[in-house]
């Protein structure tokens, strides 16, 4: 990032970005841990901040999931492709739970709006597009 682009950040991304500059390449990745204390940053908002720095500001920070885990400035080609392969491998997990619960919740939601639509014919409410009339009393 250059000198000019860092005069667009905040002082919590400044703080992360000084400290993620001194972690560069995977052998020198920095746990959230240590990274949140480096900074005085909680851990929550050092996710967001990183996430910020990647998608807002172009940089190249990776994470790895296996010792040393931790973020880095990426610095390799390889460390790049391993990066964005961990991203995918999470964006295919999080796409498989979505499909099982909407599997799973699918029955929930069915009976819930079939005890609604009950409910609704019961008090007379419209159901269906169709209004119930009552007869007038004789």
Known sequence: MSRRATTDLSPEELAVWAVLNRHRGR???IGLDALSMATGVPERTVQHVVSHLIERHGCAIGSAVTKPMGYFVIETEAELTESVSQLLHRLTALARRIAA????????VLNQLAMDLGEAARLGAPVGGRVKMEKPAA
């Open 27 to 29: 052998i020198s990745a």
């Open 101 to 108: 619960l909407k599997k799973s919740a699918a029955p929930l």
